[in-house]
T-cell receptor, first 114, second 110 residues
Framework: DAGVIQSPRHEVTEMGQEVTLRCKPISGHDYLFWYRQTMMRGLELLIYFNNNVPIDDSGMPEDRFSAKMPNASFSTLKIQPSEPRDSAVYFC????????????FGPGTRLTVT | GESVGLHLPTLSVQEGDNSIINCAYSNSASDYFIWYKQESGKGPQFIIDIRSNMDKRQGQRVTVLLNKTVKHLSLQIAATQPGDSAVYFCAEKDFNKFYFGSGTKLNVKP
């Protein structure tokens, strides 16, 4: 398996623009997680899905952030409108049904909002 | 809310020595504790987990110890190698919500 795939790897955008981050989890994994990593706040869980259904989105910073998982092999994290404080590395991770703690992370998307 | 913190932000060890990375947690309801390794420019990599009803678990060159009395978690790496140089995070799981510590950077000196 190729592991968790994320795209793009780098994104530079201007404040106010819409940003869409993409993730393909490992085939057969039931859980999908979106994280954000910054120097100041470390690694933060934003939202997670179980069998394509959003279970907990309490970590989503505000209404500008939204996530979807239309099928078992694809998820998106959208920021609209983006702000400079959204600059961070965003990770997607997936894990098996019976071992949600064994998360496999993607390479991340480094987002810079100017 | 829950918090997971680390005692040592940076640890330097000689190649071949054993490394011990420590972590404190605060949530008694957490049912699993996990260690991840993150190399520069990459996503975190799962190392080992321990269930809350266990005190010790061993993997390949790694051992995790859990002391629930003082809410302390440690990762021991035997015969540390240059490839072990990375940032190590502890994390705790509370009903599929995960809380990560701030990380400890491990430097392995040749």
């Amino acid at each position: 398996d190729a592991g968790v795939i994320q795209s793009p790897r780098h994104e530079v955008t201007e404040m106010g623009q819409e940003v869409t981050l993409r993730c393909k989890p490992i085939s057969g994994h039931d859980y999908l997680f979106w994280y954000r990593q910054t120097m100041m706040r470390g690694l933060e869980l934003l939202i997670y899905f179980n069998n394509n259904v959003p279970i907990d989105d309490s970590g989503m910073p505000e209404d500008r952030f939204s996530a979807k998982m239309p099928n078992a092999s694809f998820s998106t994290l959208k920021i609209q409108p983006s702000e400079p404080r959204d600059s961070a590395v965003y990770f997607c991770a997936s894990s098996p049904r019976d071992r949600s703690y064994e998360q496999y992370f993607g390479p991340g998307t480094r987002l810079t909002v100017t | 809310g829950e918090s997971v913190g680390l005692h040592l932000p940076t640890l330097s060890v000689q190649e071949g020595d054993n490394s011990i990375i420590n972590c404190a947690y605060s949530n008694s309801a957490s049912d699993y504790f996990i260690w991840y390794k993150q190399e520069s420019g990459k996503g975190p990599q799962f190392i080992i987990d321990i269930r809350s009803n266990m005190d010790k678990r061993q993997g390949q060159r790694v051992t995790v110890l859990l002391n629930k009395t003082v809410k302390h978690l440690s990762l021991q790496i035997a015969a540390t190698q240059p490839g072990d140089s990375a940032v190590y995070f502890c994390a705790e799981k509370d009903f599929n919500k995960f809380y990560f510590g701030s990380g400890t950077k491990l430097n392995v000196k040749p």
